[in-house]
């Protein structure tokens, strides 16, 4: 079935109509339309009624009133409210400035009111965070999370040598509430500007607002913790890459800026690094704390040496290379040409690295050193060596650790747990132990542990569940047998929860270890080690008896923010907690030195000493102090060479090795 639709032509349409349609087309743009329109109307009411106000004065002249110039300056003061008629003024006079001022009345505050809601709207949108961010090689934060703090604190130590440095955040969290956050928490940003924005991670326009194309370095953040489910953080994974997406479609893949990502699992982890080979640093919190703590129960004192190597507090890693050249030394005497800072390896013309060089190697005028300082203002190479070592140590002779069976307990199931128990096996010695005990024993956990236990036959390895509230049980492990005692972190609702039950734990295992020795005499010398969430627990670990503890949002964060402003970095952490490269050891000092030699050393004298036996000498470690905080826990990482050192048999050095021995 058809039908005639009877279509009216433009002649048929009235003008009225048209001018109606037009004006409203018009006003429904909004802002500066209706601006304009007041405006407009203002001033052609001024034009109408100066005309009246003439028409007025020729009609019915007022006697008193010559010069007749002022009379659109009259008007004008009238429409605006600010004058009246006059009182001499004749009727006629009267009636149009009356008619005038009543309609300026209305336009005016119209215009008024305009101009004072558009304010309004305007301070809104800025509170909505919607704007525009026009910055220039600026660090660009996507997400919004509780990790938050310890990166903005990072970059704000890194940025101090710069005049005008900026950290932009976009998130879908309200723009009010992220400042308020970084206000409540934050102290003084010093010379780093933080600029806030609302919107979509994975939304092109947003990420173009955020100047995601001029962005120095991209860091997108994983909204699942080490405690959420699987599946929590396999979606958390996914909205990852997808946002790494976004960020990539958004640039020319030729000109893409550092782009570091935090990823719990290893399928999303490699499938991340495909997308722009080079381009994105993926971080793994789970593999790189099991490692430090692996390295750290076998060599106490470790942690807070790392807290101390990770970030841009304490010290950090450089390249340098001289303006002159190396002068054909060797990696061996380059130590003693830097007053302050301590090389350990070598980045090569081809953007290879090197970690602990050979002593012999010689170094080419192309190489850039890595190396360890507190700032890269203390770095000075001078061409002739600066001090002298005059303590030689066993310069002659080797001694050695002999590598023993260990025994080591790991409590707690987490992500962490299977990389832990594997590093241990990679590292142990045939005959040693590593027995694990957890809350809940499920068919899963028991699966993936047996997988692990197949894997290393050498190693003894058992698993077992025990109620953890219960001390009487715990006792049945006999805790002080074991050469290190690890706590991983389990799950709660938050970081406070979570750090509880752990120092709970802790204070039951201090009682058993003082029952013991009550009951038989023997000291017990089994090193504690605890995964805590919540820095500010540090205290409260330290009471409870812990020598050692893992910062879990601190490290990760840390080398979130320094890898996002140096990508380099990430290869030596690498070297570092992997078996297969150097890893860092606190040895005694008596490997070293005769007892005769140690109460008159300079760190010179430590880094030759440890050259002589193939390490890297970066620092020592002072017993005495090992519980003080304040005094880095006993932690003296590269002082001046010239330095004159108090050490004691107790005491050991930080040296950057192979193996334990």
């Known amino acids: 079935m058809t039908s005639k639709i009877k279509k009216l032509s433009h002649n048929q349409v009235s003008r009225k109509k048209r001018l109606e349609y037009k004006f409203d087309n018009f006003m429904s743009k909004g802002g500066f339309s209706v601006f304009l329109a007041l405006l407009l109307a203002f001033f052609g009411t001024f034009v109408v009624m100066t005309i009246a106000r003439y028409l007025a004065e020729w009609w019915f002249p007022n006697q008193d009133i010559q010069d007749k110039s002022d009379f659109p300056w009259d008007v004008f003061v009238q429409l605006i409210g600010l004058r009246d008629t006059g009182d001499n003024a004749n009727f006629a006079t009267k009636f149009v400035g009356l008619f005038t ?34 910055e220039n090689n600026h660090t660009l934060i996507l997400g919004f999370t509780d990790r938050i703090v310890d990166i903005v604190k990072e970059l704000v130590v890194a940025n101090e040598s710069e005049d005008d440095a900026v950290v932009v955040f976009l998130s879908q969290k309200p723009k009010e509430e992220m400042d308020g956050f970084l206000r409540d928490n934050l102290g003084k940003t010093k010379t780093t500007r933080l600029v806030t924005r609302n919107g979509s991670i994975t939304n092109l326009s947003d990420l173009d607002k955020v100047g995601i194309k001029v962005a120095k370095s991209v860091i997108i953040l994983n909204d699942a913790k080490a405690s959420d489910s699987e599946e929590f953080k396999t979606l958390s994974d996914a909205r990852v890459i997808k946002a790494i997406l976004a960020v990539v479609a958004a640039n020319q893949e030729d000109s893409l800026p550092v782009i570091v990502v935090e990823l719990h699992l290893e399928q999303y982890r490699r499938l991340a690094e495909n997308i722009a080979p080079g381009a994105i640093i993926t971080l793994n919190e789970a593999d790189i704390l099991a490692r430090i703590l692996v390295q750290t129960s076998r060599s106490i004192g470790l942690a807070a040496v790392y807290l101390n190597l990770v ?18 030394l060797t990696f061996g005497e380059l130590p003693f040409h830097f007053l302050i800072g301590i090389p350990i390896g070598v980045r090569h013309r081809d953007g290879t690295l090197t970690i602990r060089a050979s002593k012999n190697y010689k170094l080419d005028d192309s190489d850039e050193i890595i190396i360890l300082a507190e700032d890269d203002s203390t770095i000075h190479f001078s061409p002739q060596p600066v001090v002298q070592p005059l303590v030689k140590g066993y310069a002659d002779r080797s001694k050695s650790l002999e590598r023993k069976p260990e025994k080591h307990l790991v ?12 590093e241990y096996a990679k590292y142990l010695v045939a ?9 809940n024993l499920t068919k899963e956990v028991q699966g993936e542990f047996d997988n692990i236990a197949k894997e290393y036959p050498d190693i003894k390895m058992s698993i077992i569940q025990v109620n953890l509230d219960s001390i009487e049980q715990l006792a049945t492990l006999k805790p002080y047998e074991f050469n290190s005692i690890s706590i991983l972190a389990g799950r709660g609702k938050n970081a406070e929860e979570i ?16 029952e013991y020795t009550n009951k038989t005499g023997n000291k ?19 009471k409870a008896g812990v020598k050692d503890f893992l910062l879990t949002d601190q490290f990760v964060s840390k080398i979130l923010a320094q890898v996002s402003q140096e990508p380099d970095i990430m290869s030596i952490y690498r070297d570092l ?3 297969e490269g150097s890893e860092l050891y606190v040895k005694p000092i008596s490997l070293y030195f005769p007892i005769e030699q140690i109460s008159k050393l300079t760190f010179a004298d430590c880094v030759l000493a440890a050259q002589n036996r193939n390490e890297l000498c970066i620092g020592v470690r002072i017993s005495a102090i090992a519980q003080d905080k304040n005094q880095n826990f006993g932690i003296d990482l590269i002082p001046s060479l010239d330095k004159q050192l108090n050490l004691t048999l107790d005491d050991g050095l930080i040296t950057l090795a192979e193996d334990e021995t």
Do not use: H, M
């Open 577 to 579: 907690f992997s078996p």
């Open 101 to 134: 001022i009543v309609i300026g009345l209305i336009l005016f505050s119209s215009l008024v009111a305009f101009i004072t809601q558009e304010f309004e709207s305007k301070v809104q949108s800025l509170r909505k965070g919607k704007s525009i961010v026009v």
């Open 499 to 514: 750090d509880a039950k752990t120092l709970t734990l802790l204070l039951e295992i201090r009682q058993i270890f003082r």
């Open 311 to 328: 970030g841009f507090e304490g010290n950090e890693f450089y390249f340098y290379r001289p303006e002159k050249g190396w002068q054909s």
């Open 431 to 439: 005959g040693s132990q590593v027995n694990l005990v957890t809350q």
């Open 524 to 542: 017990v010398t089994t090193e504690l080690i605890a995964e805590i969430i919540d820095s500010q627990d540090t205290d409260l670990v330290i």
């Open 411 to 422: 409590i707690g199931w987490n992500n962490k747990t299977p990389i832990t128990i594997e």
